[in-house]
C-alpha cells in the first residue's frame, strides 16, 4: 500500500483528492492536512507518509516552501505539487526544488494516482504534464473589475464606476479570485501579472 497525504486549503478539493485516491486500488490515505503547518505537525506526530500531495498556492506557507522543510525532516518522502494554473517556470521551480512531480489540477482523472505510483517506483522520476498556456480564464466582465483592482479601487467604487451592484461586483471579485487560484484580492492581482492577464 502507498501511504498518501493531501494538503489542500481549499476543502472540496482535498476531499475530492481524497475520494478519488480512495477509489483507487493500493492506496491508503491519510487523514488530510488544510495547511502546510498542519502537514508538518501531521508527520511529526504520526510519522511521515510515502507521498505528500500538496497544492503549491496556500495560505501561509505555500507549496513550494514546504517541500524543503518535508525533505529536510523527512528524506524519503515524494512531494507532488498540484497547481491550479500552471507555469512552466514554476514547473522548473519545483523540480530544482527537490518535488517529485508538478501536475495541474485539471490533470484527467487516473493521472494524479498514475504519478503516485510513478515516483514511489521510480524514485529519481520527475512527473510533469506537458501544457501550454492557457487562455485567460475570467470572462470580460471579471477582467475588468480585476483591472480596477489593480488600480486599487474599491469594491465600491468599482461599482460606481462600472455601473453595476455592489453585490454583482462582490460575485465577480470572489469568481475571478477563485479562478486565478488566490486567497484575497491581492494575490488575485499579483497571480494575475505573473500569467500575464495584467500589463504593468
Excluded: W
Amino acid at each position: 500500500m502507498i501511504d498518501v497525504m493531501i494538503v489542500d486549503d481549499h476543502p472540496v478539493v482535498r476531499e475530492g483528492l481524497e475520494v478519488m485516491l480512495a477509489s483507487e486500488k493500493g492506496f491508503s490515505i491519510r487523514p488530510s492536512a488544510e495547511s502546510a503547518e498542519e502537514a508538518l505537525a501531521l508527520c511529526r506526530k504520526d510519522g511521515a507518509p510515502d507521498v505528500l500531495v500538496s497544492d503549491i498556492h496556500m495560505t501561509g506557507m505555500t507549496g513550494l516552501e514546504l517541500l524543503p522543510r518535508v525533505k529536510r525532516e523527512f528524506p524519503s518522502v515524494k512531494v507532488l505539487l498540484l497547481a491550479g494554473m500552471p507555469l512552466k517556470a514554476e514547473e522548473e521551480e519545483a523540480r530544482s526544488a527537490g518535488a517529485s512531480g508538478y501536475l495541474p489540477k485539471s490533470a484527467k482523472r487516473g493521472a494524479i494516482a498514475a504519478a503516485i505510483r510513478h515516483v514511489v517506483s521510480e524514485p529519481d522520476a520527475f512527473v510533469e504534464e506537458q501544457f501550454a498556456p492557457p487562455p485567460s480564464p475570467l470572462s470580460e466582465r471579471e477582467g475588468e473589475i480585476l483591472r480596477y483592482m489593480a488600480l486599487g479601487k474599491t469594491r465600491e467604487e468599482i461599482s460606481i464606476i462600472l455601473g453595476i451592484g455592489l453585490e454583482t461586483v462582490k460575485t465577480h471579485s470572489k469568481n475571478l479570485i477563485a479562478k486565478l487560484d488566490a486567497t484575497n484580492t491581492a494575490g488575485a492581482v499579483s497571480r494575475a501579472y505573473e500569467l500575464g492577464l495584467l500589463r504593468a
